[in-house]
């Protein structure tokens, strides 16, 4: 049985780090790392994930506010918000949550967040940086696999990683960081030809593709280091990844948990972003 990686003690270690940095930089500069968060319209996830964020933000020490808009806010109203964010200087980060409502541009959105405050890595210039492989930001989820595969000293350079997974939050941002890193990489998606055949081949599986246990034992190479990000609720309202779990853990070297695993990070790394916003804004990096 494959070793179970621990995102919640990965996260926990990590945001010691963070909140000693935070404290340093404040004795340092009288600079404390503020962090926005912009929500708009009624989305239970998206509430229960601000909420973390707010929580984590005290217990780390970053300054946090919450600006909640009613579901009709308009696109100018929005964007009027972002851009008196863009110009607070108590304000580091910029956190527009995702999904909008259908009446707004999400991409224009995105657009409008300052590239120097885009702590969730989803402006065009933080991508054309990662893509080019000097990152200023990358988006958390992404940024929280490297920050475990690191942790438990698993190596990248030379190995075949295969993402099941496309989108522009995890698939292609992780793409990315492992390319950086040398692994050779595939990109999977719902049109792939002979799925199976594929994954086998892969030392690094990372699975994003919103399938509840889309990845079974036998798509599993021996060995492999299997990464789950899927959050899947089953009809008894119980938490499943995109991997059988069960059976995968059988063959896998380390594996990711759900919940417990990749999910914890990604907050950290908004956390850890919104430090070295911060810095950049006080001149330490």
Not at 140 to 166: H, N, Q, S
Request: with cysteine.
């Amino acid at each position: 049985m494959g070793e179970i990686i621990d995102g919640r003690k990965v996260s926990e270690d990590t945001r010691k780090i963070i909140s000693e940095n935070v404290g340093k930089l404040k004795s340092d500069t009288g600079i404390v790392p503020g962090l926005a968060a912009v929500l708009v319209g009624d989305n239970s996830a998206s509430e229960i994930y601000v909420r973390n964020k707010r929580k984590a933000c005290e217990k780390v020490g970053i300054y946090s506010e919450e600006h909640r808009l009613p579901a009709e806010t308009t696109e100018s109203e929005l964007l009027t918000l972002v851009e008196e964010l863009n110009n607070n200087n108590k304000i580091h980060g910029i956190l527009v949550q995702l999904p909008l409502p259908d009446h707004i541009n999400e991409a224009n959105i995105l657009r409008s967040v300052a590239p120097l405050k885009d702590v969730d890595g989803f402006h065009p210039e933080n991508v054309g940086l990662l893509v080019s492989g000097n990152p200023r930001f990358v988006s958390c989820t992404p940024y929280g696999i490297l920050k475990m595969l690191d942790y438990y000293k698993i190596e990248i350079k030379g190995k075949e990683a295969v993402i099941v997974g496309r989108s522009n939050i995890v698939g292609k941002p992780v793409s990315m960081l492992l390319l950086h890193r040398h692994a050779t990489i595939t990109i999977c998606h719902s049109r792939t030809r002979d799925l199976k055949s594929v994954t086998r081949r892969a030392d690094i599986l990372v699975a994003a593709i919103g399938r509840a246990n889309m990845i079974t034992e036998d798509m599993v190479k021996e060995g492999a280091v299997v990464i789950d990000v899927g959050i899947n609720r089953k009809d008894d309202g119980k938490l499943t990844g995109d991997v059988d779990f069960d059976s995968v853990k059988e063959k896998a070297s380390y594996i990711t948990p759900v919940p417990g695993g990749v999910g914890p990070m990604t907050i950290t790394m908004l956390l850890w972003n919104t430090l070295e916003s911060a810095r950049m804004a006080s001149g330490q990096l």
